[in-house]
T-cell receptor, first 107, second 114 residues
């Protein structure tokens, strides 16, 4: 089983839609959780940390479910500019990343 | 500006060449990392440095040799690479090792081995 797994997508959604991604992790000792955004041929950029209580930043909401060992990212009112690959990262000593979920927002 | 600068941006090298990738961070971070990103694969952690000391080597072949002369600079020396080593090599830094803090990535070096 991979340490961090994500549905590769692509998720094709119209502008204004709400879309959610999940990311499962196998290491129950993982302490920290993050969502990164990676545009084509660019480096990953930190989108948001994921806290046990869940957190929200504008149109983005992240949740952690320790019992089922997954984190989620919800994007409301999708914009064309949200089109990217979303990577989840977690771990204990160093971050391990999933392969990413590709989102394509269409006009 | 990203705060983490990598050079060169692109590199084409033959299998018998020796080259080096450079990473510099201007964030005052104490930990630096090398990751490899191949097409359709997740980021693979290669090396972790904390205050210039290597703390993790993730079973990376010896043809990749890291060097961390100070907490702001990190190098990856390459020699006798194979075509399957072609990938995007990303440097990252964080305040400390561990995962309490998110990582800041450089723009990467896109390496092609011919």
């Amino acid at each position: 089983r991979k340490e961090v797994e994500q549905d590769p997508g692509p998720f094709n959604v119209p502008e204004g839609a709400t879309v959610a991604f999940n990311c499962t992790y196998s290491n129950s000792a993982s302490q920290s959780f993050f969502w990164y955004r990676q545009d084509c041929r660019k480096e990953p950029k930190l989108l948001m940390s994921v806290y046990s209580s869940g957190n929200e930043d504008g149109r983005f909401t992240a949740q952690l479910n320790r019992a089922s060992q997954y984190i989620s990212l919800l994007i409301r009112d999708s914009k064309l500019s949200d089109s990217a690959t979303y990577l989840c990262g977690t771990g204990r000593r160093a971050l391990t990343f999933g392969s990413g979920t590709r989102l394509q927002v269409q006009p | 500006e990203t705060g983490v600068t990598q050079t060169p941006r692109h590199l084409v090298m033959g299998m018998t060449n020796k080259k080096s990738l450079k990473c510099e961070q201007h964030l005052g971070h104490n930990a630096m990392y090398w990751y490899k990103q191949s097409a359709k694969k997740p980021l693979e952690l290669m090396f972790v440095y904390s205050l210039e000391e290597r703390v993790e080597n993730n079973s990376v072949p010896s043809r990749f040799s890291p060097e961390c002369p100070n907490s702001s600079h990190l190098f990856l020396h390459l020699h006798t690479l194979q075509p399957e080593d072609s990938a995007l090599y990303l440097c990252a830094s964080s305040r400390q090792t561990g995962t309490d803090y998110g990582y800041t990535f450089g723009s990467g070096t896109r390496l092609t081995v011919v």
